[in-house]
């Protein structure tokens, strides 16, 4: 199942969208922070979590911003182009744009892409690709047209494909699309020509693409209002020719046909696609999230004040523009499942876990003989007769485990990649024995801690504790503590003795520059004004500081500062997340020092007085933790330790707070069901009425 949760709107105190919207929404090297280009002069940078923009800076007056602004997560630095050919880079601490970076470049400039782990690509008009270093080594160099006259690029998109940079776009001329798909440290460019209906050739295409094994799935919204898929190869062993590619029906009927100019559809995972437009033509605007594997729609959201039919998506969070203002609706999509599908799949996991796979794809076994192919199937048979011709060879499970033996950690890395690129009937037999070579190796060989490959192997998904004990076993006696937190993350099976193991060593354990990572401030001043809320990073207030004021009817507290850095807090964020039964938890409890409880218990009270008073708060980690998640793990830290915690200085101002905090809430309650009482007898009240229509005025008193 998919859900589309509340929306909010961000701040457009400082932004305007032209006719066409916005020219891009983009991720900076934070996590909560973006940055949207409007179709103007100026450049946003916002967080997210606080609903406010944290910089804004502008070309001067007669230039005009041509391509989305986007971060170098290498150096942290932004990059914008205005008037086709003029560059910028600039960073936080800059206010001008006038007075930063600027290079001039002997060719237009059509858009800058950057994606984690490598530099910026920057795609110029005529189809040529420059890394950005490069480029800004020799700004004037010349620039090659890469396609032919009248040839325009309507779309593009970068990715990242066994750590090499690629890039696809398309191009429009006459009313016919073609794809290109540049290897960037390869240099291979293949072309291939996208077969459309002839009744489309005029009609405005949308696009949206993900990689999918060695092919790139693209996809497009039809006329028809039906959404196609064409799997580009991305090696091709013809580079030469125009290789023409055809497309399979994957969604029908998202939208109406009538609006499909206004549409856009974009992939949010291997299931699941989101769709933005009319699904009648008489209709209202709609956000929608679409099941591919079931042809099923999952969720949808009206927008009555109109949209400009574009759509982001980073995370989990989907970014438009909901009549004149930036919309943030954040949403959810789960592991796919006939029974989700269907509405039928019981939550038993909380919201932001990662669930398990338990279903069997039945069409990948041997002896499976469908009379009829699906649209699905269709494409399957494709991508496995051009799978034949393509390089590099992809190993098997035996070679596989063959290579893990005797082979480097390099070597085992990049052919793990190759295989868990191709789909298998046995895959999950076959990451388990994967994982067991692996575990095996590591016993008999202390040097070798194959990291990359364990990681990789987490992430598919299938794993779990009972699978491989000895995985977090050996990441313990290593302490590496990131593979904990990922361990923590998708294990839901996880004992409680290796559970109170993690947490005693993420106590324990010094994160590196925790103590300045504490103490940086970080106060942006941008054109004009600079973050109004900074009573959150102060954190120079200590928890043991009293109360300001304190009154017999009202009791306050102080505000606190986050007692760990945010590395640590994003590890004990993995711990309240995991699984666990109290009786077996308890006594393992008991053997964490006395210190590390009482930080950890400052930790939570923290959390508690954060998420209690409904403030705006960003915490590490997948997702931030619940009130009862907070309020369970005090009680078992008190109830495993409290003789000791009591005989602690430090923890007697702790305990105080936590006392006169809970006093306070009881009463807070004590009132809420004197209320609760009053209107059940009003309700009462007014179903023993048995008149209609009579004018009266009742009194009803609450206290």
Avoid at 409 to 418: A, F, G, W
Avoid at 570 to 593: G, M, W
Wanted: aromatic share 8%.
């Amino acid at each position: 199942m998919a859900a589309l949760e509340e929306e909010f709107t961000l701040s457009t105190a400082v932004l305007g969208a032209g006719p066409e919207g916005f020219l891009g929404v983009e991720q900076t090297d934070k996590a909560d922070q973006f940055l949207v280009t409007d179709s103007g002069r100026t450049v946003v940078l916002y967080k997210v979590s606080d609903q406010k923009p944290l910089g804004s800076w502008s070309v001067k007056q007669g230039q005009t911003v041509t391509c989305p602004a986007v971060c170098n997560f290498q150096t942290g630095e932004y990059v914008v182009v205005h008037d086709h050919k003029v560059l910028r880079i600039w960073n936080n601490e800059d206010v001008n744009l006038d007075r930063v970076f600027k290079a001039t470049l002997s060719a237009e400039v059509h858009r800058i892409h950057s994606v984690q782990r490598t530099e910026p690509l920057v795609l110029f008009r005529r189809g040529a690709v420059r890394g950005l270093e490069a480029l800004l080594t020799e700004p004037q160099q010349n620039i090659e047209a890469v396609i032919p006259d009248e040839e325009e690029i309507k779309w593009s998109e970068f990715f990242m494909v066994f750590k090499q940079p690629a890039l696809i776009f398309i191009t429009e001329k006459h009313g016919n699309y073609f794809a290109y798909v540049q290897l960037c440290k390869s240099h291979g460019l293949s072309k291939y020509t996208l077969l459309l209906g002839k009744e489309e050739k005029s009609i405005k295409q949308n696009f949206t693409a993900r990689v999918d094994g060695k092919f790139i799935s693209l996809v497009s919204l039809s006329s028809d209002g039906c959404a196609y898929e064409t799997l580009i190869p991305l090696y091709s062993s013809d580079t030469e020719n125009n290789q023409r590619l055809g497309r399979a029906l994957m969604l029908k009927a998202v939208v109406s046909g009538g609006a499909r100019n206004g549409a856009t559809i974009t992939i949010l995972d291997q299931d699941h696609v989101a769709v933005l437009g009319p699904p009648l033509p008489a209709s209202k605007e709609c956000l929608s999230i679409w099941n591919i594997k079931f042809q099923t729609l999952q969720t949808s959201k009206e927008l009555p004040q109109g949209t400009s039919g574009q759509l982001w998506y980073h995370g989990e969070a989907l970014f438009m523009l909901h009549g004149k203002c930036l919309t943030v609706i954040p949403y959810k999509c789960e592991v796919s499942s006939l029974a989700g599908a269907l509405g039928k799949l019981k939550h038993t996991q909380e919201s932001g876990t990662h669930s398990m796979p338990h279903f069997v794809n039945w069409e990948t076994c041997s002896g499976y003989e469908p009379e009829h192919y699906s649209a699905e199937q269709s494409r399957t048979l494709r991508k496995k007769n051009i799978e034949m011709n393509l390089q590099p060879e992809v190993p098997g499970s035996k070679q596989l485990l063959s290579i893990i033996k005797k082979g480097s950690e390099k070597h085992i890395e990049v052919e793990l990649r190759k295989f868990l690129a191709k789909s298998t009937p046995d895959f999950h037999t076959v990451i388990g024995d994967t994982v067991a070579e692996l575990l095996e190796r590591c016993k008999t060989e202390p040097s070798f801690y194959p990291r990359n490959c364990l990681v990789q192997l987490i992430q598919t998904r299938v794993l779990s504790y009972s699978l491989c004990p000895g995985l977090m076993e050996i990441a313990l006696e290593r302490t590496d503590v990131q593979m904990l937190q990922l361990c923590l993350q998708q294990f839901p099976d996880i004992p409680e003795s290796t559970t109170c193991a993690c947490l005693k060593l993420f106590l324990s354990d010094t994160i590196q520059d925790e103590k300045k990572e504490m103490e940086e401030q970080t106060e942006i001043v941008q054109n004009g004004f600079s973050p109004e809320d900074s009573s959150c990073s102060k954190d120079s207030q200590q928890l043991t500081k009293k109360p300001e004021r304190e009154t017999k009817e009202t009791v306050s507290f102080p505000v606190t500062a986050c007692p760990v850095a945010p590395k640590r807090a994003a590890l004990l964020n993995a711990v309240l997340h995991s699984a666990y039964s109290e009786t077996f938890l308890l006594p393992h409890l008991k053997d964490i020092p006395a210190k590390h409880i009482t930080l950890f218990l400052q930790y939570l009270y923290f959390l508690y007085l954060k998420c209690s008073g409904n403030a705006t708060m960003t915490l590490p980690g997948v997702s931030p933790p619940t009130l009862s998640q907070i309020m369970d793990w005090i009680c078992l830290l008190l109830d495993a330790n409290f003789t000791v915690i009591l005989m602690i200085p430090e923890a007697k101002r702790l305990l105080l707070n936590l006392y006169k905090f809970v006093k306070s809430q009881i009463s807070v309650y004590s009132e809420l069901n004197k209320i609760e009482v009053s209107f059940r007898e009003l309700q009462r009240l007014s179903q023993d009425k048995s008149s209609r229509g009579l004018y009266s005025i009742e009194v009803l008193e609450l206290f």
